[in-house]
């Protein structure tokens, strides 16, 4: 089931190919996650990541261009939410789509596991990810002050009703933009 829906969205992805991650992307992971954020996650922190996606807790998928991971997302399931607590591209492999398609994956998946809602925090300045969420319908819904190194705001950003026809469609036309 999973398998067949990465290779949907894989079908529209080009040369970029989606999997699960494993531990042996994240020498690659690790160096785009130290270019994009001022607070990078550990490897410890993707280790324990990937052991509790094994035990169903947590999705995580990366995007390869060939053998070399060029971004990565990830979840954690709380039903009946599935929280997004990563998304990264490589800045040489940004504007192509490719977190475009990495969340396309996630949320076809989140669909056919049955949750009702996508959420996640955006820090107040990311006003790039905050559009590419909106045009998955995610909307602010509150903010978390100082989320971010004490100092910046998070942007609580929801997108209710995944399981409606309306999603569906959402999701179809993304798709078929990528394609
Ligand atoms: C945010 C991020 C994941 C987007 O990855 P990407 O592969 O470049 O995104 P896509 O090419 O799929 O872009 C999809 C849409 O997002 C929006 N978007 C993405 N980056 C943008 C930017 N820098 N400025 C404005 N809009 C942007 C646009 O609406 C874009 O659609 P368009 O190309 O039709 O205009 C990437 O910029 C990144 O890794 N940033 C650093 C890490 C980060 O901030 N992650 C989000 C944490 S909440």
Known sequence: MIGRLLARVERAAGPVRLEPMHRRHLRDVLAIERRVYPKPWTERIFADEIEMMHRGQRWYLVARAGRVAVGYCGALLQHPEV???????NPDW???????????ALAHRAVAAGYDALTLEVRHTNTGAQALYRSFGFAPAGIRPRYYENRDDAIVMWCPGIQDAGFADRLRRIGERLA
């Not at 929280?83 to 591209?89: K, P, Q």
């Open 94 to 104: 940004q504007g192509r789509g490719v977190a475009t398609r990495m969340l396309l």
């Open 83 to 89: 929280h997004v607590t990563n998304v990264a591209v």
